[in-house]
């Protein structure tokens, strides 16, 4: 988005492009297949368990059935056809026991292998996974898998009362204000998405001011975004004693990282709604989506969710998750364990609704990254998705003059990507920081076993 073109235009033209991007966007996601699920689902989703369970054991056993005849890691396991049982839920468990855990590190080594063969490559489109090594493997997925993951977002946000032609604001990574923009306006506009993006790469001090009142000035029902920028801007609000009142929004909806108390607290207070949160990751194998009593509801259409238990107490019990994606026809993850810990509630939701709850999932924690100029920065981490020459990175900050980067480089690792790595940082971080880029064998791990992308002494979450 931000190449030296997009850049030297004036903001009017830059707004301009974001409205095309987002009306290419809009034009990939409401497709018909979209309505279709979106539709159904809304009623599965207000149903009871029953109906459920028998969709999900369905659309397993097709997957099953797929994976063992075109998808050659799962074909050389011999394994077995789908249980067949009177209830589903024993069809459903039994099968699944009969596969083994897929490990990541089992993805990493071949993830071609998970390519189903029965899908042609053009309806492919490539992406990445969350990496637990802050760095990204490739992944493969269909514009209905994507279709379904969104038809699980607007069944939340619609549960709330959200429109199709509500406005609303942003708050997520793209870059769409250049670095050395220093005077407001903060965020662009995309015109048919009914979307202002702010940007999250301005948020110095003395420019909380404008984004404060960029919130209360521009159109908006509902907010979306990261738990840290949001927390980030409505500490600014309260601290000027401008909060939106109570009523304004239908609720502001978060993605991406753990929504931490704290976080939740300010952001419900400055932006006067409800947050819903929601859980999901870019394999398309799991989705999980808040309800008004603050738990997460698995969104069952979508995907299997079963807990490794190490720990289990009165109504819950605790473990890393083990993922079944029921969408995901491209590249099918059956059993896989995604690298986060969730705490599974062992009794209905007193929202009513039933099916799977959980009361919190551990997804990542990171630090901001802050510049010499004071602007606090998040997900940096999202660098290293692009670029896959890099196994593992970690950034390391302990004063605003400088970061060190530790990478361990794949064979691909050359010069040229070396190069790439550095403009990606000076783009969201600008000319002035000193940074550091260092190879090493290994990164350690946090005494919890996760993985952190970003440790600064300077711009710790709290
Ligand atoms: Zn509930």
């Given at each position: 988005m931000l190449s030296n073109l997009y850049g030297s235009l004036p903001i009017f033209a830059q707004n301009w492009a974001c409205s095309w991007a987002g009306y290419k966007r809009s034009r990939q996601r409401f497709t018909p297949y979209f309505w279709r699920t979106l539709s159904a689902w809304e009623e599965s989703g207000n149903g009871s368990l029953a109906p459920l369970h028998a969709l999900q054991y369905e659309r397993l056993r097709s997957l099953v059935e797929r994976a063992r005849i075109y998808v050659p890691h799962y074909r050389d396991m011999d394994l077995p056809p789908a249980a067949e049982r009177s209830d589903p839920w024993d069809a459903i468990r039994e099968t699944l026991s009969s596969f083994p855990v897929l490990e990541k590190a089992h993805y990493r080594?071949?993830?071609?292998?998970?390519?189903?063969?029965?899908?042609?490559?053009?309806r492919m489109i490539r992406g990445k996974t969350s990496g637990t090594t802050g760095t990204a493997l490739p992944l493969w997925y269909t514009a209905e898998a994507l279709a379904e993951e969104y038809a699980t977002i607007w069944r939340m946000r619609r549960r709330e009362g959200v429109d199709f032609r509500d406005w609303y604001q942003a708050f997520g990574g793209q870059i769409i204000v250049p670095f050395k923009q220093e005077a407001p306006p903060f965020y662009r506009l995309n015109r048919p998405g009914r979307q202002f993006l702010h940007s999250?790469?301005?948020?110095?001090p003395e420019n909380m001011g404008a984004y404060v009142d960029a919130v209360h000035n521009l159109p908006a029902s509902y907010i979306i975004g990261y738990p840290s920028s949001l927390h980030l801007v409505g500490r600014a609000m309260l601290e000027r004693g401008r909060p939106i009142p109570r009523g304004r929004l239908k609720g502001i909806f978060t993605s991406s990282e753990s929504l931490l108390a704290f976080h939740k607290e300010t952001i419900e207070e400055a932006f006067g709604a409800r947050i819903y949160d929601r859980y999901g990751t870019s394999e398309f194998a799991v989705s999980m989506t808040m309800c008004a009593a603050g738990r997460l509801h698995v969104d069952m259409e979508f995907g299997i969710v079963e807990v490794d238990v190490q720990e289990s107490g009165d109504g819950w019990e605790r473990g890393p998750l083990l993922v079944t994606g029921l969408g995901n026809d491209a590249t099918p993850f059956i059993r896989?364990?995604?690298?986060d810990l969730g705490t599974r509630l062992t009794s209905p939701c007193s929202c009513g609704r039933e099916g799977d709850v959980f009361a919190d999932v551990d997804g990542r924690i990171e630090d901001f990254v802050v510049t010499p100029d004071g602007r606090r920065i998040g997900r940096l981490d999202h660098i290293f998705?692009?670029?896959?020459?890099?196994?593992e990175a970690q950034i390391l900050q302990d004063t605003e003059a400088a970061i060190d980067v530790l990478i361990v480089p794949r064979e691909s690792y050359n010069r040229a990507a070396e190069e790439r790595l550095l403009r990606e940082m000076r783009s969201r971080l600008g000319d002035s920081i000193k940074i550091d880029i260092r190879e090493v064998e290994s990164i350690p791990r946090e005494p919890n076993g996760k993985f952190r992308a970003v440790r600064s002494r300077v711009g710790k979450q709290s």
């Open positions: 080594e071949t993830p071609e292998r998970f390519l189903a063969e029965d899908i042609p490559r053009s999250l790469y301005h948020m110095a896989y364990r995604i690298g998705k692009d670029l896959l020459d890099i196994a």
